[in-house]
């Protein structure tokens, strides 16, 4: 168990009720409750803030565990005096109100210094309401990667008058009555962060977490002087968790020989340009991308393959790490032939052309095994270019479990003429200028399997990686020779971790 397994521990142990001892005697919540509606009505009759609707009821099918018998589920909105995104800002380079963004909210707490500044003349139409006041939870509100993330606003690590928040982050303004930390706490502890993805809607590029769903969201609520021996205690304990978590950290370095742990660094090395040195005399990687686009223009000129629709340029908010100055950040269908998902065949006992389905697909290579067949009556439908080619990435496309699974198409390996995929599993086919198999190691590194449930949508039963996400996906590009010589590294270190295993 790492440091951050540990602290999520903590916090589910905290938000179950099984971290301090409840005390029977401490003042009931439904009088903690009914002080919190006190206060917010007055603050309507000062036209501090708006009436709101009221909060629908929770019902048992939304209780999400069992809490303490003192204690009770509340939705947010009803514990909080506002709840509120931010606005779109105009920006000046007059340093005098800094306007919050998500990169000023991070894991490690909240930061001023990545703030950009608000245009002081744009302020008179802010309500004083939006103005940051110390101790509100500012909570990421979009981005794959970024929604989710939360801090605590502090106003001694601002030292400008005033702050507002940008149109990407929630501000959750707890009630005076309660502890903010508690609340804080929850919000970041493994249950929710775990349901982030469900409680955005949106498309995969640009999830949204709605001040809706965030008023709507359940808490379970103990009493106000249990919620400060909770916060106290996981105060005590976090400081314990660094010091573990420097243990840890000191333990994994020992154990780095461990095969899996030296194969994910060996990828991840390699693909942050790191295992091998640069050359500057290589090609550069701008000229290898022109000789892709010319190769894929002869191929549309000649039929072979469909002109497609311009890739989204790539914004720097996209790039998940550093490479180096002669490598490129590149989408995968830039340079690709083909990238498609397979046809729902009609199959056949007759043994003649293999359908690859993902039990071909396996993390220890492909294999033609599990293969069943198609109809050959129906095998003049699939075009030519859907027919399996030597070096073609194979990547699992749906389903829990087997969903990122990705393996290189082999001729050798298929003692038939032919193959074709099912439509569970997607072809990636690159372009013949590089190393498909450069590609293939990125795609099965860690920094991309991590990432699977992100990139796929559906239901929890059904995960899909949909073509078009796979098209988008960023790969950092090396010249084409620093690309063989990764690989021939990765292959040559990879052959030393399998003789650790044995």
């Not at 970041?188 to 995969?204: C, D, M």
């Not at 640069?278 to 000789?291: D, I, M, W």
């Not at 080619?389 to 990122?404: A, H, Y």
Request: charged share 30%; net charge neutral.
């Amino acid at each position: 168990m790492n440091a951050q397994q540990l602290k999520n521990s903590i916090l589910q142990f905290a938000m179950q009720g099984e971290l301090v001892e409840q005390i029977p005697s401490e003042e009931p919540v439904k009088d903690l409750l009914k002080k919190i509606r006190e206060e917010k009505d007055q603050l309507i009759k000062d036209k501090k803030i708006k009436k709101e609707q009221p909060y629908s009821p929770v019902t048992p099918e939304e209780v999400l565990f069992d809490i303490p018998e003192t204690w009770q589920w509340v939705r947010l909105s009803e514990i909080s005096t506002y709840i509120q995104r931010g606005k779109s800002p105009k920006y000046s380079d007059e340093e005098k109100i800094p306007v919050i963004s998500q990169k000023c909210v991070q894991w490690s707490g909240f930061s001023i210094l990545p703030a950009k500044f608000i245009d002081p003349e744009s302020l008179d139409k802010y309500e004083k309401i939006r103005f940051l006041q110390d101790g509100d939870i500012l909570w990421n509100s979009t981005g794959l990667g970024t929604v989710g993330r939360v801090a605590i606003y502090e106003e001694k690590r601002n030292p400008y008058l005033y702050a507002v928040a940008d149109s990407h982050v929630t501000i959750v303004r707890c009630s005076k009555n309660i502890f903010f930390e508690y609340v804080n706490y929850y919000l970041s502890s493994f249950y929710i962060q775990s349901r982030i993805l469900e409680l955005t809607s949106g498309t995969t590029k640009q999830k949204e977490l709605n001040t809706s769903t965030v008023k709507n969201i359940l808490v379970p609520l103990p009493p106000v002087k249990e919620q400060q021996r909770i916060v106290t205690k996981i105060k005590v304990l976090e400081s314990e968790i660094d010091r573990y978590g420097e243990l840890y950290e000191l333990n994994k370095t020992i154990e780095s020989k461990f095969p899996v742990s030296i194969e994910k660094s060996i990828l991840q090395y390699a693909m942050q340009g790191k295992l091998i040195e640069q050359n500057a005399n290589h090609e550069p990687v701008s000229e290898l991308l022109e000789k892709i686009k010319e190769e894929k223009e002869e191929l549309q000129k000649n039929k072979i393959i469909k002109k497609e629709k311009a890739q989204d340029p790539i914004n720097e908010e996209e790039l998940p790490f550093k490479i180096p100055d002669s490598w490129r950040w590149v989408r995968l269908n830039d340079i690709c032939t083909y990238i498609q998902r397979g046809k729902s065949p009609q199959y056949s006992v007759k043994e003649e052309i293999p359908v690859i389905s993902q039990k071909c697909v396996q993390w220890n290579g492909f294999t033609i095994e599990p293969a069943r067949f198609i109809d050959p009556l129906s095998f003049d439908k699939y075009e030519k270019i859907r027919h399996l080619q030597d070096g073609d990435i194979l990547w699992n496309s749906t389903g829990l479990g087997t969903v990122g699974r990705v393996a290189v198409y082999k001729n050798e390996l298929n003692p038939f003429s032919a193959g074709v995929v099912d439509s569970h599993v997607t072809i990636v086919r690159c372009s013949s200028l590089l190393s498909y198999k450069f590609v293939y190691y990125y795609l099965s590194s860690f920094y991309i399997q991590s990432k699977i449930l992100e990139l796929t949508s559906g239901t929890t039963k059904q995960r899909e990686l949909n073509t078009s996400t796979v098209k988008s996906v960023l790969i950092p590009l090396p010249p084409v020779e620093e690309q063989i010589r990764i690989i021939l590294k990765i292959e040559e270190l990879l052959d030393i971790t399998k003789e650790l295993q044995v």
